[in-house]
């Protein structure tokens, strides 16, 4: 059974950083695409990064670009978001979520897949 389990929110200055963690079990997760969303209250969830199976290919928002960044540790089953430079903008619930296709990409798109983690809460604020 997949399971997809995010940790590591926290409140965190502007200007600090902070690392999202992915904990993925049930599968394989090089070898699905994954993406890092993140979610306001009232607001649609949108995509902050992804990271294609097999490091098939990669997206960042516009808006994270230069700031953050994925990674995976296979031999943890686990993928991250490196938070740097995180403004009060950047608060929001972050959700983990896993696709995969024959050409193991990953989309920048929510409705492409299939399992979601529960969430984890990112404040920025002084």
């Known amino acids: 059974q997949v399971h997809l389990v995010e940790s590591g929110g926290a409140l965190v200055q502007p200007g600090g950083s902070l690392r999202l963690s992915c904990a993925a079990s049930g599968f394989t997760s090089y070898s699905y695409g994954i993406g890092w969303f993140r979610q306001a209250p009232g607001k649609e969830r949108e995509v902050v990064a992804c990271?294609?199976?097999?490091?098939?290919?990669?997206y960042s928002a516009e808006s994270v670009t230069r700031r953050f960044t994925m990674s995976r540790d296979n031999a943890k089953n686990t993928v991250y978001l490196q938070m740097n430079s995180v403004r009060p903008d950047d608060t929001d619930v972050y959700y983990c979520?896993?696709?995969?296709?024959?050409?193991?990409?990953?989309?920048?798109?929510?409705?492409?897949?299939?399992?979601w983690g529960q969430g984890t809460q990112v404040t920025v604020s002084s």
């Open positions: 979520a896993a696709r995969q296709r024959t050409d193991f990409y990953c989309s920048d798109f929510v409705q492409r897949y299939d399992y």
């Open positions: 990271i294609g199976g097999r490091d098939s290919n990669a």
